[in-house]
């Protein structure tokens, strides 16, 4: 059961407590049967509710999925114009949009959405994100199938624009609805029409609910919105009675390292991290590299690690060797685009001893220089870092970085995250604490779905509010 006093069994620990189902081979995905390992100090149960929600949906998934007859039942509807009979078998289709960590927040969201509305989570992961997650469903596949009819219409805006839900609000208001379309699309990226926001209300709900395919383009963490919506509140509370653990339990659960990026992860760990006696996560994330002097990043780092005693004082004054070191170890895990950081935090302990003598040693695994689109190893890479930083003690992360959200949801962690810099200026103060391990969702709704006047959804119930590395958005607390 959920909250037993017992202590936790290997097996309990094995299926990180009932999130995972048994019965998949153990050897065509690792990381499901090791990371509990790894996550030890930082772990929390699934509801019993969410547990059985997960296997509820893994049987219809299973039913549902690829290459099954329901499967083509359904593609059989897209190519007719309308739908007249409801099916069990209903789709969201997740199309990547923009990075790693953009990517990995908004899979997550349409999973929750999965979930509360009885569809099948598929995702077309393209030619970049092939090799990074195994199967999560059992017996089953997530991966949309290449001969996906709709795949052209993916990146033409006309066709998104035509059959958008804001289109179809705009049809439903004026004519009414007579007929149910076989698909829309669900356009709710950063950049976005603001008429598709339209799709966190109850109303709009009501209308997708027969639609056999929704497409969903977005790179947002939208999950606070469920726990406004009158339809979904009630599960969700049920689903998360710990609101601050919808990332950590659902992305542990979809997330699952493959094999290949598994062995990234654990040699990298075993090799610097695991003999320290604590790791600090630092993530550095610089949005615009021009403009930003690298150097104000790094006093803002070194400036954030003193105020909030982070990071190991250094002793100026003493150079030589002293007498008596302290026996203990850190590990500092830099990630980041640029060796600059890793660079001069690693000469620094090595040329200064640390005031209370105990050994520091710096570590970073890549440096890519810049984010390359469509390119697996590169992501493959990012998704090895984020893991990586996931399994800190400690985690000082960079506002607005998704990439910094998905390790602080997967870790369990409220993450230091540094203020956004761009010019000679260290913020004062350089860094803050997080107000929750959620991730941050950056384009709420800024409007009441019936009265249509404006709302803050950082106001309307006391476990959601504003985040505070990017004020107008909102994070589950
Ligand atoms: P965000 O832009 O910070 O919100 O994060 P995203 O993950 O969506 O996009 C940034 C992308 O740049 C990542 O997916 C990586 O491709 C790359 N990137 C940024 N920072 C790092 C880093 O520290 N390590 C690696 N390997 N890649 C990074």
Redesign the pocket.
Known sequence: SNHSSSPPSEDDEKFFYGLFPPGIEEDSCLSRYQSFLYHRSSYYKPSSHLQSKLRKYEKLHRACGPNTKSYRNALNKLKSNQVNQTSKCNYIVWMPA??????MVSMVSSFLYALLTNRILLVDFGRDMRDLFCEPFPKSSWLLPSHFPLKREFGNDKVRHSHSVGSLMKKAANAGMETIPPYLFLNLNHGGDDEDRIFYCDKTQDHLQNIPWLLLLS?QYFVPSFFLLPSFEEEVKKLFPEKETVFYHLGHYIFNPSNHIWGLITRFYEAYLAGADQRIGL???VFNPKSTPRQTVLDQILACGKKEELLPQIDTQISAARPTQNGTSKAILV???YPEFYENIKNMYWTNPTLTGEAVGVYQP?H?AY??FGDNM??M??WA?IYLLSLSNVLVT?A?????YVAQGLGGLKPWFLYKTNDQHIPDPPCGRDISREPCFHFPLTFDCNSKAKVDAGTLVPYIRHCQDLPWGVKLV
């Open positions: 923009n990075g790693l960590g953009n990517r790179d993530q550095v994330r990630t980041s685009l890549s890519e984010q390359h590169h992501n890479k990012a870092e960079s607005w970085s998704t990439f910094g």
